[in-house]
T-cell receptor
Framework: GENVEQHPSTLSVQEGDSAVIKCTYSDSASNYFPWYKQELGKGPQLIIDIRSNVGEKKDQRIAVTLNKTAKHFSLHITETQPEDSAVYFCAALGFTGNQFYFGTGTSLTVIP | EAGVVQSPRYKIIEKKQPVAFWCNPISGHNTLYWYRQNLGQGPELLIRYENEEAVDDSQLPKDRFSAERLKGVDSTLKIQPAELGDSAVYLC????????????FGEGSRLTVL
């Protein structure tokens, strides 16, 4: 099956700086890569996603890039704000199994 | 529109006791997932339903875990008997179309087994 690795596990940035979280996947057939934000005591919430037919997608301060050849994708948050502090998970959806495989999460702290 | 609803939010039980979690997905979502999330980890799939059919239960520990989705709407996940290692957050998620892929999660049920 698919194996998704995520780095770093923790990340602290100053307010206004950028944050980058990276994930790699193993199954070249995976074709959908969402990113979820999980705040304390809540379920994960989709913040951005990308499909394998594009290399980059942006939504205001959030962007995701995908390198299919290297099998990795990254989340970029610019102009970070304290409310961006949360745990972020990447995931990959296998083409055949319709099963989502999640990374182990990155705890982001934005220091005011 | 209401999101995915789960109950109870918190449950504390002693080992060997039974426990059940309930999930009501977003209206019209035919795919329902149960995930387990251990502390500091990402969600791991337990079972996936397409309507009332369990299409992927390979990760469900069938000796003590069971699930059902009668009428293809809400679902129940049961553990009997619970073990210490079952302490985790149990997340329910639903999606509308397999091709879309977007998952909508509930807030989870946090289980503590003493």
């Amino acid at each position: 099956g698919e194996n998704v690795e995520q780095h770093p596990s923790t990340l602290s940035v100053q307010e206004g700086d950028s944050a980058v979280i990276k994930c790699t996947y193993s199954d070249s057939a995976s074709n959908y890569f969402p990113w979820y934000k999980q705040e304390l005591g809540k379920g994960p919430q989709l913040i951005i996603d990308i499909r394998s037919n594009v290399g980059e997608k942006k939504d205001q301060r959030i962007a995701v890039t995908l390198n299919k050849t290297a099998k990795h994708f990254s989340l970029h948050i610019t102009e970070t704000q304290p409310e961006d502090s949360a745990v972020y998970f990447c995931a990959a959806l296998g083409f055949t199994g319709n099963q989502f495989y999640f990374g182990t999460g990155t705890s982001l702290t934005v220091i005011p | 529109e209401a999101g995915v609803v789960q109950s109870p939010r918190y449950k504390i039980i002693e080992k060997k006791q039974p426990v059940a979690f309930w999930c009501n997905p977003i209206s019209g979502h035919n795919t329902l997932y149960w995930y387990r999330q251990n502390l500091g980890q990402g969600p791991e799939l337990l079972i996936r339903y397409e309507n009332e059919e369990a299409v992927d239960d390979s990760q469900l520990p069938k000796d003590r875990f069971s699930a059902e989705r009668l009428k293809g709407v809400d679902s129940t996940l049961k553990i009997q008997p619970a073990e210490l290692g079952d302490s985790a957050v149990y997340l329910c998620a639903s999606s509308e179309l397999r091709q879309t892929g977007e998952l909508f999660f509930g807030e989870g049920s946090r289980l503590t087994v003493l």
